[in-house]
């Protein structure tokens, strides 16, 4: 079987992910599952006081030290995620664009897309919307937005 790549999870003391990195490429020695494995990107992500990810930060470049994995990393994108009061995931956004403050994670950050969970009475997931576009008035996350797909599920019993 041939290998074209894989996820390498790296975990705290805790067993909490702490990292997520795809690799591409085998490396210099041609063989998979090593140090010297090609990555293409990796994912940090930071969980809130509930322990559920707050933040998931994507990096797809090693930086100007061309040494993967340090602070030099430049961000390529990051998901943010939010819960109801029920602590159901009710909308994941992810942000594609350090906004006009150079800043990242700041309010002015560029939309790329959004998900938005809809639940029932019984927690029940009933649908997923996915949004790319901000539709005519151009302001994410009121109702002229116009989804891209719409996922249904069983009705709430």
Do not use: C, K
Not at 22 to 34: K, R
Not at 62 to 75: K, M, R, T
Not at 92 to 97: G, H, I, K, L, V
């Amino acid at each position: 079987d041939d290998v074209d790549g894989y996820y390498d999870f790296t975990y705290s003391t805790e067993d909490v992910i702490t990292r997520v990195a795809e690799f591409v490429g085998a490396g210099p020695d041609s063989l998979w599952f090593g140090d010297d494995d090609i990555p293409s990107n990796y994912m940090v992500p930071t969980l809130n006081g509930d322990d559920f990810v707050e933040r998931s930060v994507e990096y797809g470049d090693p930086g100007a030290d061309s040494i993967w994995f340090n602070s030099d990393d430049p961000i390529a994108s990051y998901q943010q995620f939010a819960y109801d009061s029920a602590g159901l995931l009710s909308r994941e956004t992810r942000f594609d664009a350090a906004g006009t403050d150079g800043n990242w994670f700041t309010s002015d950050d560029v939309v790329d897309s959004y998900t938005q969970y809809n639940y029932g009475s019984n927690d029940n997931r009933l649908g997923v919307s996915h949004y790319s576009d901000p539709g005519p008035d151009s302001i994410w996350f009121n109702m002229d937005d116009p989804p891209r797909e719409r996922d249904l599920y069983y009705p709430d019993f």
